[in-house]
Structure formats: C-alpha cells, structure tokens
C-alpha cells in the first residue's frame, strides 16, 4: 500500500488532517505526520529529519507520497529525501496538491490499492473538484476531473466502454448528506474491488457518468438526499460489483436517515457457492485449497483477589521466567528456520516481559489493590493492548498483536491452559479470527497452504513472518469466512487480497496456472540464487549487493550475494551528534568483512553534502544541492574526516578483501587528490607500525558526466569503476530525479544514459579494469541483457532481487546480450528500450 506522509508547519493542523484521513478509509491507510519544530517559543516550521523519519515510518516498495503546506515544507521534504537510500528515494513522490484535499483524495485511493502514480493523479485532482462542488462547474466543463484508477472519461457512456454487456441499477441515495466525502469514499472502496469498469451518474442532476473508482469524480457530481442515481458496470466481474453497490447504498452508507425518507431493507447477503471476498494483501502467493478453522483455547480469567500478594507476585514472576525461556528457544527456531531478521520480532517479546510499564503495574495491583496474579497480569495487558490498539498510525497500532501474545503467552502458564495445537494432518488453508507472531512461527509450510484471517494487517509481525515463510496470506478479510465449514474449498492471492469460496472450475484453473507458474519461477530463482550467475556460453558475471549496515550483510548472504558491492558507510555517521571514531568505524568494517568473508567487500566513502545535512558538520543548505557541496567535494574540503576514515578502512583490510570507493568524481585533480590522502592515512598507519594491504585496489563511482567522458584518463587512476545509474541518470537527463514534474526524465533505460554507460564500459575495457554497475539498473531483470551486452563484469543490488538476475543471467548467450544491446543503443527513446527488450528477450529474462 502506497504510504502518506502530511508536512505542515503546525503539528494541529496536520494531526488534524491526518485524524480526518483515517477516518475517511477507516484507518486502512499507512500514514505519518511531520510537522512542527521543537521550540515551545516559536512551535511553527519544518524538520527535514523530522520528515525523512516520517517516510521511513510509512515506507513500502509501494511507494510514499509526501503532501505539504507552503513554503519551507517543500525544501525541507526536498532535503529530507536524499536521507532515504537511493533504491527508496526513487519510490517517494513530492505531490504538489492542497494539503487537506489532496491527502483525503490520496488516502481513499491509497486504501483502495492503487499504485503511486494513481493516488497522485487524485490527489491533485481534488482541488479541482473542490472548485467545481462549489462553483457549480460541470464535470463535462471540467476536462482536469477525468482522471482516475481506470482512466475513463466522464462522458463515455457506460455502454460503449469495453464493448461487453453492461449492468445498470438504479437507486435513490436515502443518507441526509447524500454523497459527501464518507459515503464516496465507501462508494470508491467497494468499486475498487472489482475489476470491471464501474460508472456512476446523478439522474436526478442529468450529470454524465463519471468515474466510480474516483473519489473526486464521485463528489462533483453534487448527490444530494433523494437524488437517483444510476450505477453502471462493464466487465467480468460486473454482476457481483453492482450487487455490493446496492448493498451500500440501500444500507445508507451505514448512515442514519431522517425525514420521511424510511430505510429499504438491504438484501440478503450473497450465497458463499462461487463468491468473492477481499481482505488485505499480507503475503505474496496463491493458496488453494480447503480450510481448517482455528480457534485457540483462551483461558477463562474471573477477576477475583488473592489471599497472599507475596505468593502471587512469586508465581507472575515464575510465569514470565519461563515465557522468556520459551521465547528464546523460540527465538532461536525462527533464526535458524527463516533469518535473523525475523528472529528478532522475538526480541520486541522479550522486552515486553521486562516493561516496568507492564509488570510493575501488574505488580502494583497484587500489592495495592490485593488481585491475584491472574487477574493483575490480565487487567495490565488488556490496558496496554487498548493503548496500542487507540494509536493513529498503523504500524504502531499493529503492536497490539504482539503484547496480546506475550500476555496471552504467561496467561497459559499462570492458569495451566495449553495452547490449541496448530499440527495439521493434510495440508489445508487455515482460516481464524487472528494469528499471533508466536503462532504463526510454528506453522508448518508443507501443510498450511495459506492463511485467512479475519484481523491483522500488513505490517503485523505475523505477516512479516508469513512473507518469511512463504506462506500467502490475506487479512482483514470479512467475519462471514468464519461461517465456513471446515473443508469448503477456498482459493486466495496474497498480491491482490481476492478470496475465492468454492470457485467455478474456470476460476480454479486460471489461479492454479498462476500458482504453478509462480512457484516454477520462485524455484528457479532460489536455486539461481545460491548458484554462480554463468550465461548459456560461459561468461561469469559477478552478483553482489548494495547494503547499508551490518543486518543487510545477512540479508545479503541469505539471499545468494557473492560480495557487496557498494556498503553505503553513511549509516556511521547518522542518528549521532558527532562523526564516528576511527575505532568504531574499524569495528563495524570489519565485523561486516568478517560475515562477508571471503567474499569482497567495497567501501564508499562518506557520500553526504549539502543534500544530505549533517547537523554536527555545520553542513549548510543549498538551493540546488545535487549540483552542490557533496561527495568528494565535501571530502575533500574535509580531509580530517576523509582521513579517519581511510585509516578504519586500510585497518580493516589487514585480515578481509576490501576495496575502497570514491564517490561523485567528476574530474582528474579530485581523484588525485582523494589518493594524496589516502596515501597520507596509508604513511601514518605505516609508521605506526598499524598492518593494512598496501596493494588494496582503488576505485571510483562513475555518476557524474564529466567522469564519463573522462574516463580514458580516470581509468588509468584507479582499480575499478562502478556507474552509480541513479545519479548518472539525473545528470545526463539534467532532470531532478527528487522532482516529480521531471523525476521520470531520470530513466536508466534512456539510450543517451546506456551510450554513457557503454562509453564508460569501454574506457575501462581499454584500461584492463573491472566495472561493475551499482544503481537500481542492475537490479531490474529488463535490463539485465543491456549490461551483459554491453560488457559489465559486476552487478550490485538490492539483496531480494539477486535470484532474480542470476536467473536472468543464465538464460542469456554473451552473442544474444550483445545484439539487444547494440540495437537499442539505436533506439530514441526508454519506452522503445523497454519494449524491445521485453518482446526480444522477454522469455529469457522473466
């Protein structure tokens, strides 16, 4: 789900709006507030760390769109976007919309399971509609409001659309505000369930239909109490889309009715046989099969008082001393079985059961009000869940699973209840209220095909580790799944949410080809994966990853790297007041090499400047700051620190293969330059009698132009070259790749940018050095032909997509990659890149 971030020089202002969005969709949106400063004198401004911790807080591969008030709001989300890694920066969208409007528009789309450039065209369409609801401006007048998720104008009929059979029904809208903004949003949520074109007219107003998946487009047709309106739907799935939207309206938008305007009674509920139920989208995958219904024994708990506090304090304690132990050993099965990272959602457990904000009030209440510890424990944790379960934002709200488990958890002990086994004897779907991270870790992925559940979200801890199972998953889903029989025959997708009762035999066969078919590619890519990436003639491309920190290191191995690639050293030198020492960086460098080993591992250089504010380097800000003081410019007017970290850098290479890189190079004297300094760190460490590699290789990121087209001279500097596409690609383009009226100028696939890709590739070919390529271009399987062809020896990526291009590269002839790249060297443009490669090599690649 795309993510909302509100910018606003008052905290008020935006909580205010944020409370209003989320009860527009129900709280079913990842949202965040950065607004204020924190000054009690003067409260009103904005902080770009403020800011870059917001979209970090709501940040998916979905995307995050950042809405902001005038002003300082806009350069300070600008700076706060160049905190991000470049493989996010390139997912957040700065949305030039009003700031009330546009973020309740983003935020019903955004529910409703748009993608990013979707929730941004309705967004800045709801000023527009704003203009028109008042003003009195037809739709048909207005050509700015035919936007929308389905891309239809508001005067097509709906009959001429697709050119299937169309569905209409007429209703009359009974709720007192008629279609404001809570009923549309509702109205736009069901539409956007289904996949047929869904159109909606005001026949009392004689408006044109307009689009129904459209916030905007619904609320500008002026619906008022007793107006008819028409409701059409096109499509395969249009006879259930216009039976739930009758449901809703004959239900009054859930709304009460006044006047003589009575209530119709809203039909009865579809069948189970062959319908279709729609949740949240927690885990990736088809699962089809019958279900098992689960529901946990729960210990029944009278609240009564005890009769010895000393006795009952002993025994809450005996109880959480052994729900720690049971968590570690827990704890120890999740790292062992899925990673680390997972393993530590058990940590938040453990923690829990030390919160003095827990068991000293548990405590306080054996000792102050006399409760047992059964009764003190239950009433503590009940609190503390209310408390996580009333909180705004979804990630923090998603919490409450979590103490309820840990409570849940000593709860069994105190009271001697076992928990239902989750043992399956034949594989199966299972269905259930809602599932602990404790439960879910148990799950067996040979016998649950997948998981429904009726609570839960996304960013659950269970659907964290359900994704790390592998198990697909939808949440959220209605209560009426409970009503199933145990063995009814379910088929869901963990990607789009859709649950499938009994489905007809055509709907059957088309999920298991898609099932099949992900599963065949997921197994290619695993085992590609922990393979050597070789191509079908024999040439080795080396597959190492971008990391950021010593838990990307594991993800790395985990997922098949050979090296890292690019270690992005920055993450030293945030979230402190002052720079790293030259011992802490050398414990970090070398504890990552140390996991890595012998696998190499390069370095970049601090890569901040007037883009990336650091508050103790007095670092000031920049109206252009990609053109600005950054890279090696502020390295090197700053050789102190350059220095330190060029000692940690050479200590570490003592016992581990490091290479160090420099970034933003975009002439010979700075290389230069970076070696004199190097070679200083290298003389001081040498007298010191400090061991370091003397022969550690040198290399350079190529990411500006001018490197480009000096790279005949700078290879012969350096060891090896890695194109950073991501800047290359702004700069070649001259389109700020932070700007969303320019940002999709910064295309990769853009022939002038693979020219100076090929053009860099060939001076280091000339130069016998290596080159490898490190932005998000090596990460994308399109593009991995273009690269092979044209000569890269090293990929570096994001660590989940290594299986993905090892697989890609295996597929390929050296004479294939070759002749797509030279052809789309010719071509003009990166659509025409795309396409060729897609129906060229499509069926290698993917």
Request: proline share 5%.
């Amino acid at each position: 789900m795309v993510g909302i971030v509100i910018v606003s020089h008052s905290k008020k202002l935006a909580d205010g709006v944020q409370e209003l969005a989320q009860q527009m969709v129900q709280g079913a949106i990842r949202s965040a507030v950065a607004a204020g400063i924190d000054d009690p004198e003067n409260p009103f401004g904005t902080d770009a760390m403020q800011i870059y911790q917001a979209i970090e807080s709501v940040y998916t591969d979905e995307g995050v769109i950042v809405l902001m008030d005038l002003g300082s709001a806009i350069l300070s989300a600008e700076m706060a976007l160049e905190f991000l890694p470049e493989h996010q920066r390139d997912r957040v969208r700065l949305c030039e919309a009003p700031l009330v409007e546009g973020t309740l528009a983003a935020a019903v789309q955004a529910a409703n399971g748009a993608n990013i450039e979707q929730v941004l065209v309705e967004a800045r369409g709801a000023l527009t509609a704003k203009t028109a609801q008042l003003l009195g401006v037809r739709s048909e007048e207005s050509p700015e409001l035919n936007v929308g998720s389905c891309n239809l104008s508001s005067q097509v009929q709906p009959s001429t659309l697709t050119g299937q059979a169309t569905q209409e029904i007429h209703l009359t809208v009974q709720n007192q505000m008629g279609l404001h903004a809570r009923p549309a949003a509702k109205f736009v949520a069901i539409a956007c369930r289904f996949q047929s074109q869904i159109t909606v007219q005001n026949v009392t107003a004689s408006s044109q239909f307009v689009n129904g998946k459209s916030i905007n487009q619904v609320i500008t047709l002026g619906v008022h109490q007793g107006d008819e309106i028409a409701i059409a739907a096109t499509g395969s799935d249009a006879t259930a889309a216009i039976a739930a939207l009758q449901r809703l309206v004959l239900s009054n938008f859930g709304e009460a009715t006044s006047g003589a305007l009575a209530a119709t009674p809203v039909p009865e509920t579809l069948t189970t046989a062959n319908s279709q139920l729609w949740g949240i989208p927690a885990s990736p995958g088809i699962a089809i099969g019958p279900i098992v219904l689960y529901q946990p024994v729960v210990a029944e708990v009278t609240e009564h008082l005890g009769d010895n506090p000393h006795e009952s304090w002993e025994q809450l304690q005996d109880a959480i001393a052994t729900a720690c132990q049971e968590l570690q050993t827990l704890r120890h099965q999740v790292a062992e079985q899925v990673g680390e990272e997972e393993a530590a959602i058990f940590d938040a457990h453990l923690l829990c059961l030390s919160d003095p904000a827990i068991v000293e009030a548990a405590r306080q209440r054996i000792f102050d009000y006399t409760l047992d510890a059964v009764s003190a424990w239950k009433v503590v944790v009940a609190r503390t869940v209310r408390s996580y379960e009333a909180l705004k934002d979804p990630y923090l709200k998603a919490r409450a699973a979590d103490v309820r488990d840990v409570g849940l958890r000593v709860l069994r002990l105190l009271t001697g209840v076992t928990s239902t086994p989750l043992d399956f004897t034949q594989p199966a779907i299972l269905v259930a209220t809602d599932l602990t991270p404790s439960e879910t870790a148990h799950l067996n992925p040979h016998k649950v095909l997948g998981i429904c559940t009726i609570a839960g979200g996304a960013t659950s801890h269970s659907g964290i580790l359900a994704r790390s199972l592998g198990i697909p998953a939808v949440v959220g889903v209605d209560v009426e799944l409970l009503s199933l029989e145990d063995g009814t025959l379910i088929a869901l997708d963990g990607e789009t949410g859709q649950v499938w009762v009994q489905p007809e035999d055509a709907e059957l066969r088309d999920l298991q080809t898609k099932r099949d078919r992900q599963r065949y590619i997921q197994q290619e890519q695993r085992t590609a994966a922990q393979q050597p990436a070789v191509t079908q003639d024999g040439r080795l491309i080396q597959i190492v990853a971008n990391i950021g920190g010593i838990a990307d290191a594991r993800v790395a191995l985990a997922n098949g790297a050979e090296g890292v690639g690019l270690l992005r050293s920055e993450f030293l030198y945030f979230d402190r007041e002052s720079s790293p020492t030259e011992e802490e960086q050398v414990e970090q460098y070398e504890a990552i090499a140390s996991m890595l080993s012998p696998r190499p591992l390069i370095i970049r250089t601090l890569d901040i400047g007037g883009d990336k504010p650091l508050s103790y380097l007095n670092l000031a800000s920049e109206p252009n700051p990609f053109l600005g003081w950054r890279g090696i410019r502020f390295l090197l007017d700053s050789p102190d620190v350059l220095k330190t970290q060029l000692r940690a850098i050479l200590r570490a290479t003592h016992h581990y293969p490091i290479k160090v890189m420099f970034p933003m190079i975009a002439c010979l004297r700075e290389i230069r330059a970076a070696k004199e300094i190097l070679a200083t760190a290298q003389a001081e460490l040498y007298r010191a009698g400090i061991p370091f590699n003397e022969s550690m290789e040198v290399g350079m990121m190529v990411e500006v132009p001018a490197a480009v087209a000096m790279a005949e001279k700078l290879a012969a500097e350096v060891d090896f070259f890695s194109i950073g596409t991501n800047d290359l690609s702004q700069y070649v383009m001259a389109s700020d790749r932070t700007n969303p009226k320019v940002a999709t100028l910064a295309d990769a696939f853009e022939p002038a940018v693979l020219r100076m890709i090929q053009q860099t590739i060939q001076a280091a070919r000339q130069a016998g050095i290596g080159v490898g390529v490190c932005g998000e271009l090596a990460s994308l399987p399109l593009a991995t032909p273009i690269l092979v062809g044209l000569g890269v020896d090293e990929l570096s990526m994001n660590p989940p997509s290594i299986g993905a291009i090892k697989a890609a590269v295996g597929r390929l002839s050296i004479e294939e990659a070759q002749a797509i790249a030279r052809d789309v060297l010719q071509l003009d443009s990166s659509e025409a890149v795309r396409e060729y490669v897609a129906q060229k090599a499509g069926r290698l690649i993917i």
